[in-house]
């Protein structure tokens, strides 16, 4: 019955958090910009009306895969997010499975592979150059993103289960310790990344390659990307704040906290997005690398220090 | 040899609004060569012109740009009053010097804007329109318009100034210069903003005199070219105001240049209203002699210039423009070429190219005999010789 719930709330929940988060995007954004912004039921509308739009597929495109790939992305933060929801809706310890920590990170780069499979497929330049460059940055990101989950393994004991790094931080969550903080930091700028919002939307990049990755996509399969987007704002957010902030709770002081956690995160993102030009790809590459890798290195041995292991 | 790829900006993209065409010729991300075309919408203005009458011309050829449409009116009047001798009232002239520093303004906010909008920076597009939002009030205050201002008449302006126009206009400026301040401490000193634009698309002095470069373009090149002071026209040589120039010749020069120079121009309008003389805004001008005559206005984005040739009629003989974007544009060649995608694109705005401005006709002609190898008349002949084919086979 609780798999049940927990799918039924992992992909509706996650569908309906994210589309209220785009909008609260969409409209601080707009707010910055000196103008007046949506209103609260566009992103939902934007998806309906793509829905009743026709799918139109470049006679150069491979069909199957180009439509398969917006499938896959989909599917993959569908999983995240149930696995995600099942851990926070029954934190006990026998629940979940060994591991899943790194199932959802798995899963969580499915909508980033599925992007450049499907520009890959769609037989067009723009997209091409677009592919190229996602894949440079899943390059680029994923190692300081996998680095770290260090210091939270480390902070359960070892443990790669979900809600033994939730429990562990009932006495104090992995982001107060130095290692923590700045495996947080790191976190975000993958999380950024992982969005691919500005300064890291160079995949897309529509006044350099006319939405590059998408330009081919339209009608419910463009829908189906939009959708993942948003589902994708609502769960790095909620996955950073499990790992690293104590989880969510429903109980007491929980039901101010769990909200707050989230609009912090959710306006340090459109406050990166809102203040920052489009990096190059290779300053991009060079940042994740050369400095957000070293202090996710740093961040790493810390706790490993901290821990006494060392 | 690289995998060579064919990416193409335009005929219709979303980097620029209007129809051009840039082919990009790329190995990975470095763009290796490249190749341009426009005129995919010529109008034809100086033909136009040459059928209106003198005094209609002004209103014809400020519709030549939507943004330079107090510079293309300026040169062709100044080209007509150098024919016809006409002395300009003191009064029209620091009218003219308002309207067009006042241009000059909303042109560099606008690009800077755009230029953000370019490198992904969408708040620095809003709050730069925003803030261009006091200087349009202002254009609307002192000549009635938005755009198209209609305002330079032949031997003077048509639209004077009130004590309380002055004042609105003075009210405008200070809302601009704070904003404009930070704008260029920002762009001063936003660490991500020179990483993105510094040693970006450098133009060298030596490339910018090569290929004729004008205006910021060529400023931000070094090299000190400004027809308000080379060639004063208006009330220029009467203010105190500097002519900008950056070394480098980058993306980022090309921005200080255009945002000092609004600061400038604020100057020089701050100026013109304290030292507004009184008195009459137009001469009459009964007859245009034959002759020729040419006028030149520092436009927004470099020099603009207006040639007439009158036969004593009511109208130009000949009427040739060549507005600055026609020199600026092709130095995207010593610019673009060897930079990834993402910077050139930066490049090809840096330039604040006008393409409407540079749409010239093509006639192509054989070579050893100089006839025209395809005319209009060819053309029809051949589009009905096609639909008679197509008849026939229905």
């Not at chain 2, 070394?247 to 604020?266: P, S």
């Amino acid at each position: 019955m609780q798999a049940v719930i927990a799918v039924i709330l992992g992909i509706f929940g996650t569908a309906f958090f994210g589309l209220l988060f785009q909008w609260v995007d969409r409209l601080v954004t707009a707010r910055i910009q000196w103008r007046k912004g949506p209103p609260i039921y566009q992103p939902l509308a934007d998806i309906l009306k793509l829905l009743g739009k026709e799918t139109v597929v470049s006679e150069r495109a491979s069909v199957g895969w180009f439509l398969l790939a917006p499938v896959l992305g989909f599917t993959g933060v569908c999983v995240a997010a149930c696995i995600l929801w099942a851990a926070l809706l029954n934190p006990q310890p026998d629940s979940g499975f060994v591991g899943d920590l790194i199932v959802v990170v798995y899963f969580l780069i499915f909508p980033s592979l599925a992007l450049i499979l499907g520009a890959s497929a769609s037989g067009n330049p723009y997209a091409a150059v677009g592919a190229s460059r996602e894949m440079k940055l899943v390059i680029a990101y994923e190692l300081p993103f996998i680095l770290a989950m260090v210091p939270p393994i480390l902070k359960a004991n070892l443990s790669l289960k979900l809600t033994d790094i939730v429990q562990a931080q009932s006495d104090g969550v992995t982001l107060a310790s130095v290692g923590g903080f700045l495996a947080f930091l790191c976190m975000l700028a993958a999380v950024q990344a992982k969005l691919g919002v500005v300064p890291f939307d160079q995949a897309e990049a529509e006044t350099e390659l006319t939405g590059g990755a998408i330009v081919e996509y339209s009608g419910p399969a463009l829908a189906m990307i939009r959708l993942t987007r948003g589902m994708l704002l609502f769960l790095l957010p909620l996955f950073v704040i499990t790992v690293f902030w104590g989880g969510v709770h429903f109980s007491g002081w929980g039901w101010l906290t769990s909200p707050l956690k989230f609009i912090v995160l959710l306006v340090v993102i459109v406050l990166m997005r809102n203040t920052s030009p489009r990096l190059r790809i290779d300053q991009a590459m060079r940042f994740f690398w050369f400095i957000v890798g070293p202090i996710a290195v740093a961040a790493a041995f810390i706790s490993v220090y901290h821990h006494g292991m060392l | 040899m690289a995998h060579r790829t064919l990416i193409p900006i335009g005929p219709y993209h979303p980097l620029q609004e209007e129809a051009e065409f840039f082919q990009l010729y790329v190995e990975g991300e470095t763009v290796v060569d490249m190749d341009m075309r426009t005129s995919y919408n010529h109008r034809g203005i100086e033909g136009i012109s040459m059928k209106r009458t003198w005094d209609q011309v002004p209103y014809v050829v400020e519709r030549v740009c939507g943004i330079c449409s107090a510079s293309h009116p300026l040169a062709y009047v100044q080209a007509v009053e150098e024919l016809a001798g006409a002395e300009v009232p003191e009064r029209a002239l620091y009218l003219r010097t308002i309207i067009n520093e006042l241009e000059r303004i909303h042109s560099h906010l606008l690009w800077f804007g755009l230029a953000g909008h370019f490198i992904g920076f969408n708040t620095v597009f809003m709050w730069a329109w925003r803030y261009r939002e006091p200087c349009l009030d202002a254009l609307e205050i002192v000549t009635g318009s938005r755009v198209n201002y209609a305002n330079h008449t032949i031997g003077g302006s048509r639209k004077d100034l009130t004590p309380e126009m002055v004042k609105a206009i003075r009210r405008n400026m200070d809302e601009i210069d704070g904003p404009l301040d930070m704008f260029i401490t920002t762009c001063l000193e936003d660490p991500v903003l020179a990483v993105r634009l510094k040693n970006v698309g450098v133009l060298t002095e030596e490339a910018a005199r090569r290929f004729g470069a004008l205006g910021p373009t060529a400023r931000a090149s070094n090299i000190p070219i400004d027809v308000r002071r080379d060639d004063p026209y208006a009330a220029y040589d009467r203010l105190d105001w500097d002519v900008i120039t950056c070394a480098n010749g980058d993306v980022f020069d090309k921005v200080v240049v255009r945002l000092l120079e609004v600061k400038e121009a604020i100057k020089i309008i701050r100026q013109a209203l304290d030292d507004l003389p009184e008195g009459p805004i137009q001469t009459p001008v009964k007859e245009v002699p034959p002759g020729e005559g040419v006028g030149h206005v520092e436009a927004p984005r470099g020099e603009t210039f207006h040639f007439v040739k009158s036969n004593g009629g009511p109208r130009p003989e000949r009427h040739k423009i060549r507005a600055p974007s026609f020199n600026n544009v092709p130095t995207f060649k010593a610019s673009c070429i060897g930079q990834p995608i993402a910077d050139v694109t930066i490049t090809l705005a840096a330039v604040d190219p006008c393409y409407s401005c540079t749409e010239r006709m093509l006639v192509a002609r054989d070579a050893s005999t100089g006839k025209e190898l395809m005319t209009l008349s060819d053309l029809v002949r051949l589009s009905q010789q096609k639909t008679e084919e197509i008849r026939k086979n229905i």
